[in-house]
Structures are given as structure tokens and as C-alpha cells.
């Protein structure tokens, strides 16, 4: 089952805007984390953020953190044509012996030239 | 540096048949995780291979099974093939000991399964 829900499905924006997705989770975690698919390959890992970390920024990204409302959020800054791809973000469970990462949806972005 | 390597890229295979898929993970890394990820939807874990055995596994049947070898290479195996099976598998590397982690997994560019 899908643990994380990313919203919007969907946003469309212009070259130079900033875009702001949101994820959110169900159980507690260890960390999480964002990854960018281009067109249904590989996925990309962006930023990771630790359950006791609230911000965290990565040239042009910044990753928040509140697991009061276990939501987070992604913001890409002055986006470019090139980040268009489906961005995920993934959860690592808390608990010793939880390995896996579980993924939302998914928010396919397209960046206008 | 090389990193995550899946072969092959592409497969069609016929309702019932066997299929094994292949990954090579990254360099330094011990340990390799395998996802399905059907058209539209996240990825869904299968399972995770640390020191040649499985350590998690997720919601998937019997018929799929794995192997990790001495050079933590893995293979994903999925049996009697359905219609369903249909997917990008997605090899994952990272380390085993996760605290030493200060990033994410490092994914492969998957295999494209097609079953008809």
C-alpha cells in the first residue's frame, strides 16, 4: 500500500517560477525522502530529511518537515524546463528492522519555456 | 564511478513463463532493494537483500523471489508470470547499515517487464 500522498497529481508552471509539492504520511518515520523519475526510468534521489530535522535546503531545493501533521513539503526555486519529471517523496518507517521505502504517488510538474 | 546497473532494459515475456532480472549495484554498497512500479503509480517494494539473505519483505507473493551474491550483485525472479506482472523493476543500492546513510538509495534505471 501507498504510505505517502503527494499533492498536487498534477502542476503545470512557467520557466523562472518556484513550485511547491506536498506529501503526506500515516506512520512514524525515520526520515524522508524525495526522488525526481524522468519520463518512467531511474529514479533520482533529491534530499533526504530526518524525522528530528524540520528544514533542509539543497542548491535550489528546500525540504520541510512536520511529523506534528506528518506532511512535508518540496519547493524548487527559479525552475527551469529541465526539472519537468514526476517528483515522489518516499518514507524510511521508524523501527530497527524497517528497511523499506514507501512511496506516494507521485507530482508530475511540467516547467513552460 | 559506476552506479546502479539493471539488465536488460527491456523484456516481453508470455503469460506463465520465468523471468530473472539482473542488478549490479553501486560501488561501496552492500546491500540491494527491488521495486515494481506500475504505469501511474510510486514505486512498491519487494523485498531487500543484505549480507546474501532477505532481510524485508514486502506485500508480494511467493512467486517472486530473489538471490544476492558474495559481490552483493542480486537477482529478482518472478514465476508463472501474469498479465499483472507488467511493471519497471527498479533496483535499489544503498548501505546495510543504514545509520552510516547520509543519503538516499541509489536507483538503477530499471527493466521494463511486458507480459503477454
Known amino acids: 500500500s501507498q504510505q505517502g500522498e503527494e499533492d498536487p497529481q498534477a502542476l503545470s508552471i512557467q520557466e523562472g517560477e518556484n513550485a511547491t509539492m506536498n506529501c503526506s504520511y500515516k506512520?512514524?518515520?525515520?526520515?524522508l525522502q524525495w526522488y525526481r523519475q524522468n519520463s518512467g526510468r531511474g529514479l533520482v534521489h533529491l534530499i533526504l530529511?530526518?524525522?528530528?530535522?524540520r528544514e533542509k535546503h539543497s542548491g535550489r531545493l528546500r525540504v520541510t518537515l512536520d511529523t506534528s501533521k506528518k506532511s512535508s513539503s518540496l519547493l524548487i526555486t527559479a525552475s527551469r524546463a529541465a526539472d519537468t519529471a514526476s517528483y515522489f517523496c518516499?518514507?524510511?518507517?521508524?523501527?530497527?528492522?524497517?528497511?523499506?521505502?514507501?512511496f506516494g504517488k507521485g507530482t508530475l510538474l511540467t516547467v513552460n519555456p | 564511478d559506476a552506479g546502479v546497473t539493471q539488465s536488460p532494459t527491456h523484456l516481453i515475456k508470455t503469460r506463465g513463463q520465468q523471468v530473472t532480472l539482473r542488478c549490479s549495484p553501486k560501488?561501496?554498497?552492500?546491500?540491494v532493494s527491488w521495486y515494481q512500479q506500475a504505469l501511474g503509480q510510486g514505486p512498491q517494494f519487494i523485498f531487500q537483500?543484505?549480507?546474501?539473505?532477505?532481510?524485508q519483505r514486502g506485500n508480494f507473493p511467493d512467486r517472486f523471489s530473489g538471490h544476492q551474491f558474495p559481490n552483493y550483485s542480486s537477482e529478482l525472479n518472478v514465476n508463472a508470470l501474469l498479465l499483472g506482472d507488467s511493471a519497471l523493476y527498479l533496483c535499489?543500492?544503498?548501505?546495510?547499515?543504514?545509520?552510516?546513510?547520509?543519503?538516499?538509495?541509489?536507483f538503477g534505471s530499471g527493466t521494463r517487464l511486458t507480459v503477454v
Open positions: 535499489a543500492s544503498s548501505l546495510g547499515m543504514r545509520w552510516k546513510e547520509t543519503g538516499g538509495y541509489t
Open positions: 506512520t512514524s518515520i525515520n526520515n
Open positions: 530529511i530526518r524525522s528530528n530535522e
Open positions: 518516499a518514507t524510511e518507517g521508524a523501527g530497527g528492522s524497517n528497511y523499506k521505502l514507501t
Open positions: 560501488s561501496g554498497h552492500d546491500t
Open positions: 537483500y543484505y549480507e546474501e539473505e532477505e532481510r
